[in-house]
């Protein structure tokens, strides 16, 4: 079976500072996704691609860059930090035609 | 985008039937509706997914209206193991087949 890892399991930065989330997938999977998940709220796209190279964005996606070098990596760049912000960043995979997504365990970020 | 509704909470006790019901007035036609769960500390787990017809897994029993417009889903001999926050979701039939989330239920189950 596969899995998919996402680095660091917590990140806390300082306000202004730009931070970057790692997510890896070993399920040959095509398309990738981050989606934020802030408390009492769902989860919110932040950023998606459909294939290697390919970057679209979701509904919050100001604020954020991504990067999708290799199939099987997907970054997220948070490019400035806000104070007090926190968050728990998850990225997912699926298979082109697949029905199953398959989350990450999350990132929990804390800005101070 | 299409929302679901879902209610905030609901409790149960084990070894009952759950029925989480959700609601998705303005769904597409190629729309597909996804469940999943979610328990603290780690990302939502899949349960089951359906467009039209009744669905049934290991996990539970998805019941989709005629019209399309609500879904439940039916949880048998619930556990303490099944608490967690059941999110009912639309597959966005366009580029890249986005999960659109609504903010859940969250499920408490007691002894």
């Known amino acids: 079976g596969g899995i998919i890892t996402q680095t660091p399991k917590f990140l806390i930065g300082q306000e202004g500072q730009k931070l970057t989330l790692k997510c890896q997938q070993n399920?040959?999977?095509?398309?990738m996704y981050w989606y934020r998940q802030d408390s009492g709220k769902g989860l919110r796209l932040i950023y998606y691609?459909?294939?290697?190279?390919?970057?679209q964005k979701g509904d919050l996606s100001e604020g954020y860059d991504a990067s999708r070098e290799k199939k099987s990596s997907f970054s997220l760049t948070v490019t400035s930090a806000q104070k007090n912000e926190m968050a728990v960043f998850l990225c997912?995979?699926?298979?082109?035609?697949?029905?199953?997504?398959?989350f990450g365990s999350g990132t929990r970020l804390l800005v101070i | 985008d299409a929302k679901t509704t879902q209610p905030d909470s609901m409790e149960s006790t084990e070894g009952e039937t759950v029925h989480l019901p959700c609601s998705h007035a303005?769904?597409?036609?190629?729309?597909?509706i996804y469940w999943y769960r979610q328990v603290p500390l780690q990302g939502p787990e899949y349960v089951t997914h359906?467009?039209?017809q009744n669905t049934t897994n290991s996990m539970a029993f998805l019941a989709i209206a005629s019209d399309r417009k609500s879904s439940t889903l039916i949880l048998t001999h619930v556990s303490l193991r099944d608490a967690a926050v059941y999110h009912c979701?639309?597959?966005?039939?366009?580029?890249?087949?986005?999960?659109?989330f609504g903010t859940g239920t969250l499920l408490s189950v007691k002894p």
């Open positions: 359906g467009l039209q």
């Open positions: 399920f040959n999977h095509d398309t």
């Open positions: 997912a995979s699926r298979t082109g035609g697949g029905s199953d997504y398959t």
């Open positions: 303005t769904i597409s036609g190629n729309e597909y």
């Open positions: 979701i639309l597959r966005d039939g366009g580029s890249g087949n986005k999960l659109i």
């Open positions: 691609s459909i294939t290697e190279n390919d970057l």
